[in-house]
């Protein structure tokens, strides 16, 4: 669960787990330090007392006498001297709510040891000292000092103020936390965010590493820096190896068809030698449209395209290809519907045309015979937007996000028998973002599939 949460969240949640077992074993040791301290001042005090009566204590003719109690007691202090027989000699805690009574230490101190213990007077705790009074080696009296023992309400109120400032202290911790893990990581975030918007004709992009100490974010800057450049250099050798296959083939191919052509021309040529020659030249086309298709991508992935901008009247273009491609459609009984309304722009017209026939040929491609294709366009809000949508078989989920890919086919044994060559729509894309705008698929279902491009109009 906890390494879902970003890392500034967990480095503040370690700091203040770490933080608040700190606090909670330094309160501990506090705690109980000052509850030893507390009670051996207590205990002390007792002992200092205890010596003072005791030294005001005499024994003559075999009786107990008490010359000086020491200090005024209070209804918190007592002093009491008990006989070795029972009788009390001197009893000062009459100013106690209930009597205090501690049998257990007048019995430990007449058998001759010193007692000192707590006891419970009307729920109030007392510490009592008892200790036994000698004389001639053997015990005579008891002498008992008690207090009343303060100790657990002052404990009390030490633990409710730590109760209270610990998560005090932690919030302002938690705060002070982040903040300082969001201000460390701001270096990973510019990283992050130079990472996203490097496309892959955006390679020149690099990390300022600049103000960037020689720690681990200045290594991580400079290392993901020498990776762009690694990859800048291999896309420019493939662009550079595709564009300069592409136009090294173009003239082979020509010179080809150029024979294939002038072969078919001969009246010698026997039925079989024809339609090989026939099926070469398809062949020969199909590499041609290839070619023509990869120059095209790499000349607009080294250098973008080249648009020559007019007002183009998108109405008329989906009018125009609709009737070249009336013939084909109706060959199979498909219709094409055309649903346009008047809409101008300024745009590469030839370019368009160029997007139009790839989406029509996708659609004429996939459409079932007796279906229909429609074309229509709108203009709202400063933007136009055109579509082709077809009635064939829809595009699968898993296909969708790779439809723009090059040499992607839904399914490509169909579509290399048709002649498809997995770049007309990678070739539409190119030609709408270089218009500044974006292509989507706007619905595909079973039955159902629609290309929607949208541009500005300025």
């Given at each position: 669960m906890l390494e879902r949460l970003p890392i500034r969240w967990r480095l503040t949640l370690w700091y203040v787990a770490l933080l608040a077992l700190a606090l909670a074993a330094f309160a501990g040791a506090f705690y109980f330090g000052l509850r030893f301290t507390l009670l051996r001042a207590l205990d002390d005090s007792l002992e200092a007392r205890a010596e003072l009566v005791e030294s005001g204590i005499a024994f003559v003719d075999g009786e107990l006498s008490v010359a000086a109690a020491g200090p005024e007691d209070s209804d918190e202090q007592f002093v009491r001297v008990t006989a070795a027989?029972?009788?009390?000699i001197l009893d000062t805690s009459g100013d106690f709510d209930e009597p205090v009574v501690n049998p257990d230490g007048v019995?430990?101190?007449?058998d001759g040891d010193e007692d000192l213990r707590t006891v419970t007077v009307d729920d109030d705790p007392v510490r009592i000292l008892s200790r036994p009074i000698e004389r001639d080696g053997r015990v005579v009296g008891v002498l008992e000092v008690g207090e009343e023992n303060e100790t657990g309400e002052t404990l009390g109120q030490v633990a409710q103020v730590l109760a209270i400032s610990i998560p005090a202290v932690l919030l302002v911790a938690a705060g002070?936390?982040?903040?300082?893990a969001r201000r460390a990581l701001q270096p990973i975030d510019r990283i992050t965010r130079t990472a996203a918007d490097i496309g892959e004709r955006d390679l020149s992009r690099r990390i300022d590493d600049v103000a960037l100490p020689d720690d681990e974010l200045g290594r991580l800057a400079r290392t993901f820096n020498a990776m762009l450049e690694r990859i800048e250099l291999a896309f420019e050798r493939q662009r550079r190896f595709t564009a300069d296959a592409a136009h090294e083939l173009r003239t082979?191919?020509?010179?080809?068809r150029g024979q294939i052509d002038?072969?078919?021309?001969?009246?010698?040529?026997?039925?079989?030698e024809r339609e090989t020659l026939a099926n070469l030249g398809a062949d020969v086309d199909r590499m041609t449209r290839l070619t023509s298709?990869?120059?095209?991508?790499?000349?607009?992935?080294?250098?973008?395209?080249?648009?020559?901008?007019?007002?183009v009247e998108l109405a008329d273009l989906l009018d125009l290809v609709?009737?070249?491609?009336?013939?084909?459609?109706?060959?199979?009984g498909v219709r094409i519907e055309v649903d346009a309304e008047p809409v101008t722009l300024r745009a590469d017209g030839d370019r368009l045309i160029q997007v139009l026939v790839n989406l029509m040929d996708n659609a004429l491609r996939h459409?079932?015979?007796?279906?229909?294709i429609e074309l229509g366009c709108r203009a709202s809000n400063g933007r136009a937007r055109f579509w082709v949508g077809d009635q064939g078989p829809g595009i699968p989920p898993e296909h969708l996000p790779h439809i723009f890919e090059r040499f992607y086919r839904v399914d490509p044994g169909r579509d290399r028998e048709r002649g498809g060559t997995g770049l007309g729509l990678a070739i539409t894309k190119l030609i709408i973002e270089a218009h500044g705008g974006r292509i989507q698929v706007e619905r595909s279902a079973p039955g159902d599939t629609r290309f929607t491009c949208e541009l500005p109009v300025g």
């Open positions: 027989d029972g009788r009390v019995a430990a101190a007449l002070g936390g982040y903040w300082l082979p191919l020509a010179l080809m002038l072969a078919l021309a001969r009246d010698d040529l026997g039925e079989s298709a990869l120059l095209t991508l790499a000349r607009g992935d080294a250098y973008g395209l080249e648009l020559e901008r007019e007002p609709a009737e070249q491609y009336a013939p084909l459609a109706a060959e199979r459409a079932p015979d007796g279906s229909r």
